[in-house]
C-alpha cells in the first residue's frame, strides 16, 4: 500500500490510526445514507498491487467513522474542494444515476 496523499500529516506517526484509515472495516461512501459530515482526516492511497492496484479514498468523520471510495468522480470532487476551498469541509454526498443508466456518487461542499 502506497499512501499518496494525507492530512493530517500526523495521521501516518500512528499505526493505529493508519491502519483505521486505511485497512480496518470502514463504510462504503456509494452505500450510506448519511446526509454530511465533517471531515476530520482524510487520505488517499494506492491499494493492491500492480495492474490491479486501486486508488481509495479514505475519511474519517469528526464523529469517528471511516469511509472509503474508490469513485472517481467523488474523489476528483473531494480533492477539488479540499485543495480549493475548505481543508477540513463540511460535505455531502450525492447519489446520481448517469445517462448510461449507472448509479454514480459525487461530494459537495456544504459548509465551512
Same mark, same amino acid.
Given at each position: 500500500m502506497e499512501i499518496?496523499?494525507?492530512k493530517p500529516e500526523s495521521l501516518l506517526d500512528s499505526p493505529v490510526e493508519r491502519y483505521a484509515i486505511t485497512t480496518a472495516p470502514a463504510h462504503n /461512501? !456509494?452505500?450510506?445514507e448519511v446526509e454530511s459530515f465533517r471531515v476530520a482526516a482524510w487520505a488517499l492511497f494506492k491499494d493492491g498491487d500492480g495492474e490491479r492496484a486501486r486508488?481509495? /479514498? !479514505?475519511i474519517q468523520s469528526?464523529?469517528?467513522e471511516i469511509y472509503?471510495?474508490?469513485s472517481?468522480?467523488?474523489k476528483k470532487s473531494f480533492i477539488n474542494i479540499v485543495d480549493n476551498f475548505v481543508e477540513y469541509p463540511l460535505v455531502a454526498v450525492v447519489h446520481g444515476t448517469s445517462k448510461n443508466g449507472r448509479d454514480?456518487?459525487?461530494c459537495v461542499l456544504v459548509g465551512e
Open positions: 499518496t496523499r494525507v /461512501l !456509494a452505500k450510506i486508488e481509495v /479514498l !479514505a469528526d464523529e469517528g472509503r471510495t474508490i472517481s468522480t467523488f454514480f456518487i459525487d
